[in-house]
Every structure is written in structure tokens, then in C-alpha cells.
């Protein structure tokens, strides 16, 4: 079946902008997740969505960054105000629920911020 | 909190020999998952082997293996017959529970022909 797809694949902006990334997971995947991949930072945790349940934020780095699923589906991660240091590849992720069960990641989108 | 460390920044095998890659973890849990995950230049994370922790009998997926030693929090994985298209980066990750996913560093694999 179809796996995760995130768009754009690369995106370039200048600093200030906001910038929206899509992730859209695998069909019947309850679970949601966003990563961040820094040069030099390795992969961070962002934020993830299981159900109707309120998402788990705790790793959004500042108020700047949000993110919505719509209908237990697709996921917008938005970057407000993109500063250089948002530069990195935004990773997507899906499981078939939250506990204990493996990732499946999209090809991420590379945002870089001018 | 749980970490993650791969002290092998980069690596090189021959191709056709075998390569162990390098991977320790700190954590309190008992019951948790570990993983290996291959990220190529395309950027996309693919799943190698994943461990549960539960089980003493260590993971093999093909000419991928490991080597999970509770006690030591130590989970290394060998590669063996090493290919061409094994060259990527490497990561180890761990989860318990519903946290997300904490990776090690990577160790980046080069595979010389």
C-alpha cells in the first residue's frame, strides 16, 4: 500500500515568512508524528497526534510552531515568522497507534530559510 | 530521560565482508523497543530490524542482525555480505511505552567496492 508522503519536497523561504509543511500518513495509521533533522543536531521530536486525543507538543521548540491533523489524517506542521535557524529537513512519521508500535517515515521536506 | 549513543560517527566495510555497527542506550524501562533505521541520500527512513526488548532472542532480517545485550544497554548491528546498496546512514532509536522515537547520533556507512 501506499506509505507516508509529505509535501513540498523542498521549500525555500525567506526569514520571516511562515511556511506550511503537508503530511499525509498511511491509511488506518492512528498515530502521527513530526521530527526535525538538523545538521549537527541529529533527529529531534516535535510534536505527535494519536486519535482525537490532544497531541503531545512537549518537543516544539518555540511558540512559532504549530500543528493541526484534520479528520485523523493529514498534518500541517506551520512555521511562523521562519528564522535561518529552521533550517532542516521536517520529517513525517505514522504508526497503527501510539504505543510501542513502528514508525514509518515519509522522504521529509527540506526547508531552508534565506 | 532515555538516550541514545552511537560512538561511530562514520564507518567503511569492503564489500562482501561483514561491518557491526555500534549502539548503547540508558534508560530505567523495562519493557521497550529498540531499532535500526537505513536513511540513504533520498532521505527516507527505512526500517532495518527492530528488537522488543521482552525477548532474549536477538532479531535477524536477512543479512541484517543484532546483537541486544540487556544488562550492558548495548544493541549493535551487523551487517553482513555487505552491498553496494548498503551505503547510508544509520540509525539506532529507542522507544518505550507511547514516548516518540530517540535516535542515536548515526553512524554514516560507506561500503567500498
Known amino acids: 500500500g501506499a506509505g507516508v508522503s509529505q509535501s513540498p519536497s523542498n521549500k525555500v523561504t525567506e526569514k520571516g515568512k511562515d511556511v506550511e509543511l503537508r503530511c499525509d500518513p498511511i491509511?488506518?495509521?492512528?498515530?502521527l508524528y513530526w521530527y526535525r533533522q538538523s545538521l549537527g543536531q541529529g533527529l529531534e521530536f516535535l510534536i505527535y497526534?494519536?486519535?482525537?486525543?490532544?497531541?503531545?507538543k512537549s518537543g516544539l521548540p518555540s511558540d512559532r510552531f504549530s500543528a493541526e491533523r484534520t479528520g485523523g489524517s493529514v498534518s500541517t506542521l506551520t512555521i511562523q515568522r521562519t528564522q535561518q535557524e529552521d533550517s532542516a529537513v521536517y520529517l513525517c512519521?505514522?504508526?497503527?497507534?501510539?504505543?510501542?508500535?513502528?514508525?514509518?517515515f515519509g522522504p521529509g521536506t527540506r526547508l531552508l530559510v534565506l | 530521560a532515555q538516550t541514545v549513543t552511537q560512538s561511530q560517527p562514520e564507518m567503511s566495510v569492503q564489500e562482501a565482508e561483514t561491518v557491526t555497527l555500534s549502539c548503547t542506550y540508558d534508560?530505567?524501562?523495562?519493557?521497550?523497543?529498540l531499532f535500526w533505521y537505513k536513511q540513504p541520500p533520498s532521505r527516507q527512513m527505512i526500517l532495518v530490524i527492530r528488537?522488543?526488548?521482552?525477548?532474549?532472542q536477538n532479531a535477524t532480517e536477512n543479512r541484517f542482525s543484532v546483537n541486544f545485550q540487556k544488562a550492558a544497554k548495548s544493541f549493535s548491528l551487523k551487517i553482513s555480505d555487505s552491498q553496494l546498496g548498503d551505503a547510508a546512514m544509520y540509525f539506532c532509536?529507542?522507544?518505550?511505552?507511547?514516548?516518540?522515537?530517540?535516535f542515536g547520533k548515526g553512524t554514516r556507512l560507506s561500503v567500498i567496492a
Open positions: 512519521a505514522s504508526s497503527r497507534t501510539v504505543y510501542q508500535e513502528t514508525q514509518y
Open positions: 532509536a529507542y522507544r518505550s511505552g507511547n514516548t516518540p522515537l530517540v
Open positions: 497526534f494519536q486519535g482525537n486525543s490532544a497531541p503531545d
Open positions: 491509511s488506518g495509521h492512528t498515530a
Open positions: 528488537q522488543e526488548a521482552y525477548k532474549q
Open positions: 534508560t530505567s524501562e523495562s519493557d521497550y523497543y
